[in-house]
């Protein structure tokens, strides 16, 4: 069993920033990819960014060039760096690895 914690969300304005994060409960989850998803109220859930081992990278256009993410397998740790937000990110966040899921941190932006 593994857990993944969300933590970082938050009510920003428009334009503003916010830095999420994901600690995994076990190391062996580096060894996967992890990525981030959004689900907006009466949306379907969407892949935002995810990122491989080695650091490979893919994000949705959505978020490219305002969005980046990123990992510390040392620490068990992923991270999503928003910038320049907008209202339409308003959403839940959650984080993924190997199947598993956070629980989630909502991201409200205020325009």
């Known amino acids: 069993q593994v857990q993944l914690v969300e933590s970082g969300g938050g009510l920003v304005q428009a334009g503003g920033s916010l830095r999420l994060s994901c600690v995994a409960s076990?190391?062996?989850?580096?060894?996967?990819?992890m990525g981030w998803y959004r689900q907006a109220p009466g949306k379907e859930r969407e892949l935002v960014a995810r990122v491989t081992t080695i650091g490979y990278t893919k994000y949705a256009d959505s978020v490219k060039g305002r969005f980046t993410i990123s990992r510390d397998n040392a620490k068990n740790t992923m991270y999503l760096q928003m910038n320049n937000l907008k209202p339409e990110d308003t959403a839940v966040y959650y984080c993924?690895?190997?199947?598993?899921w956070g629980q989630g941190t909502q991201v409200t932006v205020s325009s």
């Open positions: 993924t690895a190997s199947g598993y």
């Open positions: 076990r190391r062996t989850i580096t060894s996967y990819a």
